[in-house]
Every structure is written in structure tokens, then in C-alpha cells.
């Protein structure tokens, strides 16, 4: 088993206009088709007054970022795997047609757990943080 495959300050960006179709077909795979994401004349009498992504699509991006960040290691001789998010906060809604832009960045290694702890911080087009967290990857040996 190697020292480490990845190191503090390793990371990745992954940046994506949220469409009308993520999330939609996101309300249709998952079955959230709760109103602030797909009735627009009851989200228009909100104070936010249009529709609005799901916060577990933004988790999604926070996924491809992390994954993104790990490519480098896939032909390592362990498998990383996620063990979850933690303090994931959503502090401004994504509405649709927002580019959201996820910055993640290894700021713990675990040598003796095998596990690596980054943060996440996903902005939107105008810089304003829409949702913070730290994922867990475990590092597991392959046979």
C-alpha cells in the first residue's frame, strides 16, 4: 500500500450552468417534485419568485468535483469511496439558469484511517456562496 494518493491541497473545480432539464429530470429520477423546484406560478408568489434547483443536485456537483480531484488515482492499488459530507449547509437557493462553480480541496489526510477530508464550497456567477461542505473519501484496498 502506497504512502498516499492524494495530498492537502489537491482539488478540483467543476462549473455548470444549472438548466430547466437538470432539474427536471433530477424531480423525475429521484421523485422530489416538491414545488420550489417544479411549479413555477407557486414559487412566482415566494419571496424568491422563481424556481429553484435542489440542494441534492448542488450535493451531486460536489460528487463530480470530487471525483474530478481523484481521477489521477484510478489505477492505485486502493479504491477511494465516499463515507459522506459533513456540516453541508445550503446558504443561498440556485435558481435555474445560475452557473454554479464547486471548488474542492483535500485539507485533511488520515494515514492510519486511510481517509482524506476536503472542503467544498459551491458560488454562483455573481461569487455569492451557495453551499459549504466537507467530504469524507475512504481509501480501501483493492484485492
Known amino acids: ?10 482539488g478540483a473545480t467543476f462549473t455548470k450552468t444549472v438548466s430547466e432539464s437538470d432539474v427536471y429530470l433530477f424531480a423525475g429520477i ?3 417534485l416538491a414545488p420550489n423546484h417544479v411549479n413555477k406560478a407557486y414559487m412566482e408568489k415566494s419571496s424568491y419568485g422563481k424556481l429553484m434547483a435542489h440542494g441534492a443536485l ?7 468535483a470530487s471525483s474530478k480531484a481523484i481521477e489521477h ?3 492505485a492499488d486502493e479504491t477511494p469511496v465516499s463515507l459522506g459530507y459533513d456540516r453541508l449547509r445550503f446558504l443561498k437557493p440556485v435558481f435555474l439558469g445560475d452557473t454554479v462553480t464547486v471548488d474542492y480541496e483535500i485539507t485533511a489526510i488520515d494515514k492510519e484511517r486511510r481517509r ?8 454562483n456567477q455573481d ?3 451557495t453551499a459549504v461542505g466537507q467530504h469524507i473519501l475512504k481509501w480501501v484496498p483493492n484485492t
Open 1 to 10: 500500500m502506497s504512502d498516499f494518493h492524494v495530498k492537502v491541497g489537491d
Open 127 to 129: 461569487g455569492d456562496l
Open 73 to 75: 488515482c484510478r489505477d
Open 116 to 123: 482524506s477530508t476536503a472542503d467544498i464550497k459551491v458560488t
Open 58 to 64: 448542488m450535493v451531486g456537483y460536489m460528487s463530480t
Open 30 to 32: 429521484t421523485g422530489d
